[in-house]
């Protein structure tokens, strides 16, 4: 047994864009596997999987959907209906047949609803030059009104003014509720009312949510616990551990857990393997700190499927940085393994410790491993590109 | 009505969760059908049985168009609803986004055969948002009719000349848009016993469909749409009967998935927003290439039209409701 045939969690070890739907890909495709779970972020997410000539950019869908693996989300992701229906026809578009039907969800899971997304813009376009990077989808201000029951109007609540009464946050499970939801969403509507209104009415949320909750499984109680039990889990995380709310550099993080945590949290002490995610080089979107940036490197490797976001900002690129690795790992507590990506990359360096010159990488595979074993290894989205380590001799070799 | 707005990304949504679900976009025409014909009714919100539509401007849409489609749902003409449920979002797209209208309103009705069918005509509200999408899957296609090539169109005539009031004729003196799809003939005679019975208007006498079209003409520019589906299709006397009622407005379309395509192009057109070349530039640009070819076609004699204007309001100031 290796450490890969148990479940194991996926976690980013950069600014995101490290490559874990690729690995995600990979690792559902070497081994049986009974679901992907994702363990925190939302809509944000873009993990890129190309599969015989298949592409597609996994947002809400886990990453093992080209390889047949359902997917869970578990009640620390935000789930954004609109957005869900659109990647599933995208999904149907490159013939993965009735994705929805691979998909269940926690009822405890928070609802993104227009009322953040609507909320989200308009104050990130309030912020002009000093903008946090935000995708614009919505993902903090869901979290954000989640914190508020109980709050009253003029109360600060994690920096920022609570603007109106607010009231429970929905949840998927409410989408099944209708007289429970239109509930929530008039209190939603109302307390964002002076900040932005969507072009929807209550009414029509409630029909489409209700068609929604009449299209997936939703799951009450331990969902992953009775899929951990019957099978092999993958555990996908969005994001990475350097934009972590709690780990990350403020204000430039994400409103998630990007560490492990949730993950193990949902394992209930069962074993597993944390794999952390890492490319040859670092990369970040929008606004926020990366303290080897190099124009160099930005144009030495050019991105295919990552562009520039209307809200989110510019790419990024720069040197690895090994305080920022042992940084991430650390943030996790601890990594079991590496996933290296983008090995086809050349003439790389590294920043070996603060305030270092960067000096030449010819081996990155033997910089990596030097540190912890290497458990995949890979190049771009494709998964043609990937190698799944075979043994523990292997791992630790 | 009239307030609200279309939303492509809510209307495709649902459109998929539908379809994940296994249910019909025409979910009413499926319950019906398990029951009894005798069970078979218009849903109370398309039911024009002493029925007013109104197409109001808002604060949200000060300069309201109303725009009505009305489809023969008759045996194979009942393919057109579903075409169009599948393509209402690039209507209202193209509408809206290239500026051929500021506030499209959209209406929605059923013809059937008011000697046979059980639910003759259906006429929805004039709606601008997601709600246009709901009363066209809440039609009933009841798909009688009966071998008498002719279908009441001119009792649903009757209906949007004496029922539906709109602000765009009474503030602005400005017609809307009718579309009549179908592939047959009127009745040789709007009969009063269907007016009373569908649409609840106590008229004694029979009427002559021209005199209908007449009146109607009057606050609406009214096209006849043959889509190439029927064996009527190159029957000259449904192009003589239809051309002599509408004149130029009796279109024939090729590809009956053109329909859609076909409406928003002609509003463009006699808007004078878009000439033919323009319209079909844009459709091909909206992903529509093969319809556009069927829509250049069928447009062919509309763009070579010398003057459209909208009617002018009557002296003394718009006329009001019921027209005589």
Redesign the interface.
């Known amino acids: 047994m290796t450490l890969l045939d148990g479940h194991v969690v996926v976690v980013g070890l950069g600014f995101g864009d490290e490559g874990k739907g690729a690995v995600v890909d990979a690792l559902c495709a070497a081994r049986p596997t009974t679901a992907v779970v994702r363990f925190n972020g939302g809509a944000q997410a873009a993990h890129n999987v190309v599969v015989d000539g298949r592409h597609h950019t996994f947002s809400q869908f886990g990453a093992g959907t080209f390889a047949g693996v359902p997917t869970h989300l578990s009640r620390f992701v935000l789930v954004e ?2 957005a ?3 990647e ?2 995208r999904l149907e578009a490159v013939g993965v047949r ?1 994705p ?2 691979l998909l269940s969800v926690d009822g405890r899971a928070l609802l993104t609803t227009p009322f953040h997304i609507h909320a989200n813009r308009a104050r990130e376009e309030a912020r002009g030059v000093n903008r946090h990077g935000s995708c614009g989808k919505g993902i903090g201000e869901t979290v954000w009104y989640s914190l508020l029951p109980g709050a009253a109007p003029g109360d600060v609540v994690e920096s920022q003014e609570v603007i109106g009464t607010p009231g429970e946050a929905p949840t998927v499970a409410d989408c099944a509720r209708p007289s429970v939801l239109r509930r929530k969403l008039d209190a939603l509507a109302r307390f964002y009312a002076p900040l932005a209104t969507p ?3 209550v009414d ?1 949320l409630v ?2 949510y209700r ?2 909750a ?3 499984r939703i799951t009450d109680g331990d969902e992953t616990g009775r899929l951990a039990d019957s099978g092999r889990l993958v555990f996908e995380g969005a994001q990475g551990a350097l934009l972590d709310q709690f780990h990350g550099f403020h204000p430039h993080t994400t409103w998630s857990t990007t560490t492990p945590h949730n993950a193990r949290t949902l394992l209930g002490g069962r074993p597993h393997t944390v794999v952390g995610v890492t490319r040859t080089y670092l990369t970040r979107h929008g606004a926020g700190p990366l303290p080897t940036e190099s124009a160099a490197v930005l144009a030495r490797f050019p991105e295919a499927h990552n562009e520039i976001g209307e809200f989110q900002g510019a790419w990024r690129a720069g040197h690895l940085d090994a305080a920022l690795l042992d940084y991430a790992i650390a943030a996790c507590d601890g990594v079991d393994a590496l996933a290296v990506t983008h090995l086809d990359a050349t003439g790389l360096k590294v920043v070996p410790r603060d305030g270092s010159p960067a000096v030449d990488l010819p081996d990155p595979l033997a910089w990596f491993g030097a540190r912890l074993p290497v458990a995949v290894m890979g190049y771009g989205p494709d998964r043609a590109g990937y190698r799944v380590a075979e043994a523990r001799s292997t791992i630790n070799a | 009505m009239g307030h ?2 279309w ?1 492509d ?2 209307y ?3 459109k ?3 379809a ?2 296994g249910e019909d976009d025409f979910g009413y025409t499926a319950d019906l059908r398990s029951k009894p014909a005798k069970e078979w009714k218009v849903a109370p919100a398309l039911d024009p049985l002493n029925a007013v539509r109104e197409c109001r401007d808002s604060a949200d849409h000060s300069d309201s168009t109303p725009i009505a489609v009305l489809f023969d749902v008759t045996g194979s003409m009942r393919r057109v609803p579903r075409i169009m449920q599948g393509k209402l979002g690039k209507l209202h797209g193209l509408l809206k986004r290239r500026g051929y209208l500021a506030d499209p309103q959209v209406l929605f009705g059923a013809i059937g055969d008011a000697d046979s069918d059980r639910v003759p005509l259906q006429v929805g509200q004039f709606e601008s ?2 709600r246009m999408d709901e009363q066209l899957r809440t039609m009933f296609l009841e798909g009688g009719g009966g071998g008498q090539k002719s279908e009441s169109y001119e009792l649903a005539a009757y209906f949007m000349a004496r029922h539906v009031v709109t602000d765009a004729w009474q503030n602005r003196g400005r017609k809307g848009y009718l579309f009549i799809i179908g592939d047959e003939l009127n009745k040789p005679a709007l009969e009063a016993r269907h007016i009373r019975r569908v649409i609840g208007d106590d008229v004694r006498e029979d009427i002559d469909p021209a005199s209908v079209y007449r009146e109607l003409a009057r606050k609406w520019h009214v096209y006849f749409v043959l889509p190439n589906q029927s064996s009527y299709y190159n029957d000259p006397q449904i192009g003589e009967h239809w051309s002599e009622l509408l004149g130029q407005n009796f279109l024939k379309l090729d590809d009956p998935g053109a329909v859609c395509e076909l409406i928003a192009a002609t509003i463009g057109l006699e808007e004078r927003v878009v000439d033919v070349d323009r319209a079909l530039a844009d459709l091909a640009d909206v992903g529509s290439v093969a319809e556009s070819k069927a829509v250049g076609k069928a447009l062919a004699k509309l763009g070579t039209k010398s003057v459209v204007t909208s009617a002018v309001p009557e002296a003394g100031g718009p006329s009001d409701v019921v027209l005589r």
């Open positions: 209906p609109f869900l229906a659109a599933a026809r009735n929805l039907s072009p929807h009415s029509e029909a489409l068609d929604f009449g299209a997936v | 609200g707005h939303d990304n809510a495709a949504a649902a998929t969760f539908r994940a679900k948002d997601n």
